[in-house]
């Protein structure tokens, strides 16, 4: 694997690729309502022509550069340009307002730096034994797997079971559409040749991330201006820096372990950071007012996350967030399929993602230094000029890979759908995953019913999958206890 870091670092576009990725990131993340996930989005039709791992390499340095830059506008103007900077504008703005900006965008540079390495770290001794463990897997044990991906996400995102399952539901549909994997018989094509090989992720994810955003964002107020005052970053002291390890740390270990729960995501480790770090601090009275712990732990927090986020990914196949969701279209697009075999497969392309996002890490640092001035006067653009920049981009994009208008047309309603979803408050991600992990439980049921000659008890024989299926129950049985919990206390 070393050869092959140094291989891809020295030897190849990596680098210019990555600082690339982790550029178009922060500005993403720097204008609100631009997601790291919309970031990618954005990015995804034009790798269609790239080379596989330069491709990978792209959208997971947006990821990093986009966790970054969405703390600019959380510090600067309490509006997280992330969701998972939330948490950071609780302590950045009150900096800001003391005349201390400056040291809080430092802040949040370092701890995000440490925060990524650290995730690295453990993205790269985790993946391969983890792979290798999932490699015994059957067809009954994937197509469990599947299963319990969906049902993870289907609980996790959105805090409704029943939304989260119609979701999942309408995204299995729309994963039918097309030619049947097992008689190649064309089905609910509605007699469209367009529609033979089905509906790629890549224009779902398109619509409903970055199209529905924009319909989103018309209706929405601007958001508030920068002073072009702030002129430059403070990096943070020996002193200050000996007072934030602790909150680095503890930010770090959330990071880890929310990082490699399916549908946990950046938001809930940097909050849950946040809240650990002012249980453990020695000035705890300082959270809310201006503390820079409280700046520290969630920046470590949700930059551990970009990499941990892609353990599931890598070794099972399952996204752990919006984000790592994209990039498994992304492998999808390039005609691989990340999970055990990927391991065996392409070790090329994943040992290249792992120089990759070292290199967006350390990108992720020099630009910081230089950057803030360009992201204020981004910023400071009228919201009109840059939604309209935004949907331009889409749609030269999507025209790009196949020259379709047909295309287009399937991004625009996926879009209009997204944007009905956000209206009744029903998850994005569970359809996502749906369309993306279709195929595999459709594929490895029939399969399974195949050497069964029909009988489904090879789905608890199998003892890899029987416990798969036990986990997939038992996390249901969690989410409905825990919204049950909710709604009795809303009642009392």
């Given at each position: 694997m070393f050869d092959t870091f140094v291989q891809t670092i020295f030897g190849s576009w990596a680098v210019p690729t990555a600082f690339l990725g982790v550029l178009w990131g922060i500005f993403g993340g720097a204008l609100p309502g631009i997601s790291p996930s919309i970031a990618m989005a954005l990015l995804l039709p034009f790798t269609f022509g790239m080379d596989p791992t330069l491709a990978i390499i792209l959208l997971a340095s947006v990821y990093v550069g986009a966790e970054y830059g969405g703390s600019i506008p959380a510090i600067l103007i309490r509006t997280p340009g992330t969701n998972s900077a939330a948490a950071t504008t609780l302590d950045g703005y009150e900096m800001t307002r003391q005349g201390r900006a400056g040291e809080a965008l430092g802040i949040s540079l370092i701890s995000g730096l440490i925060g990524g390495l650290i995730g690295w770290a453990v993205l790269v001794m985790a993946t391969e034994p983890l792979a290798e463990l999932a490699l015994a897997f059957t067809s009954p044990a994937y197509f469990s797997l599947g299963i319990l991906g969906l049902s993870v996400i289907a609980g996790l995102s959105g805090g409704s079971l029943l939304k989260g399952l119609i979701a999942v539901f309408i995204g299995l549909?729309?994963?039918?559409?097309?030619?049947?994997?097992?008689?190649?018989?064309?089905?609910?094509?509605?007699?469209?040749?367009?529609?033979?090989?089905?509906?790629?992720?890549?224009?779902?994810?398109?619509?409903?991330?970055?199209?529905?955003?924009?319909?989103?964002?018309?209706?929405?107020?601007?958001?508030?201006?920068v002073s072009e005052k702030i002129s430059r970053l403070k990096l943070p002291d020996w002193k200050m820096s000996k007072r934030l390890f602790k909150p680095q740390m503890i930010g770090s270990v959330v990071g880890t372990v929310e990082g490699v729960t399916p549908g946990a995501g950046g938001t809930v480790a940097a909050f849950m950071a946040y809240s650990e770090s002012k249980r453990w601090s020695k000035n705890p009275e300082e959270f809310g007012k201006g503390s820079p712990e409280g700046i520290a732990a969630p920046e470590a927090a949700n930059n551990v996350v970009t990499s941990t986020a892609l353990v599931p990914l890598l070794s099972l196949g399952i996204p752990g967030s919006n984000?790592?969701?994209?990039?498994?279209?992304?492998?999808?697009?390039?005609?691989?399929?990340?999970?055990?075999?990927?391991?065996?497969?392409?070790?090329?392309?994943?040992?290249?993602?792992?120089?990759?996002?070292?290199?967006?890490?350390?990108?992720?640092?020099l630009l910081g230094l230089v950057i803030l001035s360009p992201c204020i006067w981004l910023v400071n653009r009228p919201k009109p000029v840059m939604i309209s920049i935004i949907l331009a981009l889409i749609v030269s994009g999507v025209y790009s890979v196949h020259q379709s208008v047909f295309d287009l047309g399937i991004v625009l309603a996926f879009g209009v759908l997204g944007y009905l979803m956000r209206l009744f408050t029903i998850p994005?991600?569970?359809?996502?995953?749906?369309?993306?992990?279709?195929?595999?439980?459709?594929?490895?049921?029939?399969?399974?019913?195949l050497i069964s000659g029909g009988e489904h008890g090879i789905f608890v024989e199998d003892k890899v999958s029987l416990l798969l299926l036990c986990l997939a129950v038992g996390l249901t049985a969690y989410t409905l206890i825990k919204e049950f919990n909710v709604s009795k206390k809303s009642l009392a």
């Open positions: 549909g729309v994963a039918m559409i097309g030619t049947d994997p097992i008689s190649g018989t064309p089905r609910f094509t509605l007699g469209s040749t367009d529609l033979l090989a089905g509906i790629k992720p890549l224009f779902a994810m398109v619509g409903l991330f970055a199209v529905a955003e924009m319909l989103t964002q018309i209706r929405e107020p601007s958001w508030a201006k984000s790592a969701a994209i990039l498994l279209g992304a492998f999808m697009i390039h005609g691989l399929q990340p999970g055990p075999l990927l391991m065996v497969k392409s070790p090329e392309v994943v040992h290249g993602l792992f120089a990759g996002i070292f290199v967006a890490n350390i990108a992720m640092l994005i991600l569970p359809i996502v995953l749906g369309i993306v992990l279709g195929f595999m439980v459709e594929s490895n049921y029939r399969r399974s019913m």
